[in-house]
């Protein structure tokens, strides 16, 4: 059964700082892998999604790249602003179905 | 954009009651989902939804039951609430294959 797992649980950073969040999963044959940004109280939302053949994908400050080989997933944020302070979770589609596995998530707190 | 609209943010009810989530989507997705999210458990699948009058056990079916009776609107329904089903319902999106997902804003119901 897949299993995907999300380091850190939180993350405090000030404003201006690169970071990295990381996402593994067990089983590499994947479909795709889909980060996803939640507010306080609010729905997911859809950040950046990697197919199984593809590397990396870009959008804004955002950086999601893919090694399946090795199970390992980072969304890289440059230049963090406060307004980036939600939780970030990342998810993998396994080649042949359609229900997604979810790790629990990275709080990010980025202060002014 | 794709828009899933669920139809009550919060609720509070009282333990026995019969409760009804519904939610709608504007994009004729085949693929519908509820999910429930809870401090340190994540997201975990209750049902989903292939197609009308589809309906197929998640990971916690348990004490819930589900109703597609047009593609468009897909009700997450508990026969009798109780309090450890007091959480975030989440309800998701996408077409057959994907590959993205979309979810709606939640539903945060307490039960009393």
């Known amino acids: 059964k897949q299993e995907v797992t999300q380091i850190p649980a939180a993350l405090s950073v000030p404003e201006g700082e690169n970071l990295v969040l990381n996402c593994s999963f067990t089983?590499?044959?994947?479909?795709?892998l889909q980060w996803f940004r939640q507010d306080p109280g609010k729905g997911l939302t859809s950040l950046l999604l990697?197919?199984?053949?593809?590397r990396e994908q870009t959008s804004g400050r955002l950086n999601a790249s893919l090694d399946k080989s090795s199970g390992r997933s980072t969304l890289y944020i440059a230049a963090s602003q406060p307004g980036d302070s939600a939780t970030y979770l990342c998810?993998?589609?396994?080649?042949?179905?359609?229900?997604?596995?979810f790790g629990k998530g990275t709080m990010l707190l980025v202060s002014p | 954009d794709v828009k899933v609209t669920q139809s009550s943010r919060y609720l509070v009810k009282r333990t026995g009651e019969k409760v009804f989530l519904e939610c709608v989507q504007d994009?004729?997705?085949?693929?519908m989902f509820w999910y429930r999210q809870d401090p340190g458990l994540g997201l975990r699948l209750i049902y989903f939804?292939?197609?009308?009058?589809?309906?197929e056990k998640g990971d916690i079916p348990e004490g819930y039951s589900v109703s597609r009776e047009k593609k468009e609107r897909f009700s997450l329904i508990l026969e009798s609430a109780s309090t450890n089903q007091t959480s975030m319902y989440l309800c998701a999106t996408d077409p057959i294959g994907g590959p993205k997902l979309f979810f709606g804003e939640g539903s945060r119901l307490t039960v009393l």
């Open positions: 994009m004729d997705h085949e693929n």
């Open positions: 089983d590499s044959a994947i479909y795709n």
């Open positions: 939804s292939y197609d009308v009058k589809m309906k």
């Open positions: 990697i197919q199984s053949s593809q």
């Open positions: 998810a993998v589609r396994p080649q042949g179905y359609s229900t997604l596995t």
